[in-house]
Every structure is written in C-alpha cells, then in structure tokens.
C-alpha cells in the first residue's frame, strides 16, 4: 500500500494506522511528517461528514477553524482514536472534556505562536497610542493630517490578562520601553516575568492605561470584559484582543468606544469571523483591526508543522506526546 495514498474512512484498513486529517495538511503532508511510520490519511471529500472521517482514526489532526468541529457528538463515535492533536493553541473548536471522558488524549502547540502575537500586540499598541492607522488613511486620501499628539509606551501601564506563554511573550517584548506591566492570572503565579507584578483583576483595570487578553475562551473568561469592568478601565484606556472574540463583549466595547473619542481598541479576533461586512466596528477610527492573522506567520507555520510532526511520530510509536491540554482546556 502506497504510504500517499489516501482513502474514505469507510474504505480504511486495519492494517496501518488511520490518521483523519482535518485541517490544510494533505496526504503527501501528513505522511512526510509521520516517518518512518506508515499511515494511511483520510481528508475531507464531497459527502463525508466529520463522524465519517473521524470514525475510525487512530489520530486525528484537528481543525481550528471550527469547520469540522470536534463536538461531543462526534467525539462519542471515534472507536479507537489514541490523540487528537489541535493545531493550534486554542482548542475552542472541540470539546476537551468529551474527549477526557472517552480517555482521548488532546494536545495542541501551545509556545508555537506566543512571539508573533506578542509582536503584533506591540505593533498595535504603538499604532494606537500614535493613531497611526489613522494618518495613513487620511494620507491615502490626499489629506495632509494633523492627529492629536501621541503618547509614550515608557511611561505607560500595561495590564495582561492571562500569564501564560503569550502573556509572557508579550511582556518580554515589552520590557525594552521602560513601561509598568502588570497581569492577572487564574492563580498565582510562582514565577512572574522580571518587572512585572501580579494584581486582582479589578485593580489591573483600574491602573492600566493598555489592557491586553491572552486567555483562552472558555465559560469563565466568555465577555470578560464587559460592561462593568470597561467602565472600570481609565478613560482614555486601549483595549488589545488576540485572544477569542467572544472574551469581550462586543456590543459593550462599542458602546464604550462611543463614549469618548480618545478611547482605542485593537482587535485581531471577533466574537463572530469573518467579522460581518455591516459591522460598525468597520467604519470606526477609533479602532484597528485585522482578521485573525496576529499569529500568521512563516516561522509559526514551520513550528506548527515540527511539532505536529513530532507528536504525530510519538503518537505512533507509543511515546507520550508533548503539550498535553487538560479538560479544562490547558494554560492561557
């Protein structure tokens, strides 16, 4: 058998393992990363549903789109999977708890966007205090523009919600301009990066001239921020998403944004993507966006495609994979 050769999950044989490859890594792919093991790859086809290609898997390879979602339902109809590897680090587009219960171990590739993101939240917050974005429409116009004077990173407070490897990314990135970082955790954290200090939730708000999430989405965190704790914020405050849309309630930050036109957002996730071509977000100057690309880059591709690879290779040779996500839905 062709180790290439890719079939219909209820063509698939015994014989080799059965990899379900849900996402943009084809056969050809799949089967270069699992040398020198031999794997037998189903992908998506015309009138195969998700339970189809899952159904008889040893391992599948996710989809963080969501497009073939890893609901509770079709996790109860994999009959013999050994991991489901998320190639991402969010893991909101399947039901980890379905999976723990079934004793399906899911990993994801948590570390392997953490730099780009924190770059892309600086770039943002430096857009924002300069109200870049904003010259450079009115120039691409024809205008001559004079915008409201800016202000200084270094003399700054920026808070992080979430303390995990982007939010420690992001204040190593942050350490070089002199700001004050300060950061909230779902527990304390024993090891704070240097110069920063962990604060209530309420208090980093309060104090924050830039407040930037990196928490994943889950009941808990599902609009952190709302009404309430934006009101909490400093009047002139930034807000940065790169986390999950839904951590912020949309329909507050917009109210909150009107209420003053010195307040800024910078957001590269949406509570619904792609984010609705009508949405008053998209005709606001106070805001910056992007589409879900803050961790689009090369170097993420290619640490995505090591670590699936390895996890893939260890999968199948019996050997415990690497970052192992807990029911409730791993590290922010």
Avoid at 113 to 123: G, Y
Wanted: net charge neutral.
């Amino acid at each position: 058998m062709s180790r290439a050769r890719t079939e219909d999950a209820s063509s698939a044989r015994v014989t080799t393992p059965v990899v379900a490859s849900l996402w943009r890594y084809d056969a050809a792919a799949v089967t270069a990363m699992a040398a020198p093991h031999d794997v037998q790859v189903v992908e998506p086809a015309p009138g195969l549903t998700t339970i189809d290609l899952v159904r008889d898997a040893d391992i599948v390879l996710a989809d963080p789109s969501g497009h073939y979602a890893l609901t509770g339902e079709v996790i109860a109809q994999m009959r013999r999977c050994r991991l489901i590897q998320q190639p991402s680090v969010g893991t909101d587009t399947l039901d980890v708890a379905a999976a723990a219960a079934r004793g399906i171990p899911v990993a994801n590739t948590a570390g392997s966007n953490s730099r780009s993101v924190a770059e892309w939240v600086v770039m943002a917050i430096l857009t924002l205090l300069r109200d870049a974005h904003r010259s450079h429409a009115d120039m691409t116009d024809g205008a001559w523009p004079r915008p409201r004077p800016g202000r200084e990173l270094g003399g700054l407070t920026v808070g992080l919600i979430g303390m995990g490897n982007t939010g420690r990314a992001v204040a190593a990135a942050l350490a070089g301009f002199g700001c004050t970082v300060v950061f909230h955790h779902h527990r304390r954290c024993p090891d704070p990066p240097a110069g920063t200090r962990q604060v209530p939730l309420d208090d980093l708000l309060r104090r924050s001239d830039v407040v930037s999430l990196h928490v994943p989405l889950r009941p808990t965190t599902r609009h952190l921020l709302d009404a309430d704790r934006l009101a909490m914020m400093k009047p002139d405050a930034i807000v940065i998403n790169t986390s999950r849309g839904p951590v912020i309630d949309e329909a507050a930050l917009q109210t909150w944004l009107a209420a003053r036109p010195d307040r800024r957002a910078g957001l590269d996730v949406f509570a619904v993507e792609p984010l609705a071509p009508d949405s008053p977000l998209r005709q606001n100057p106070q805001v910056l966006l992007s589409p879900h690309v803050a961790a689009r880059t090369a170097d993420v591709h290619r640490r995505l495609d090591e670590l699936i690879g390895e996890n893939l290779r260890r999968a199948l040779s019996g050997r415990e994979v690497l970052h192992w996500v807990d029911d409730g839905g791993g590290s922010p």
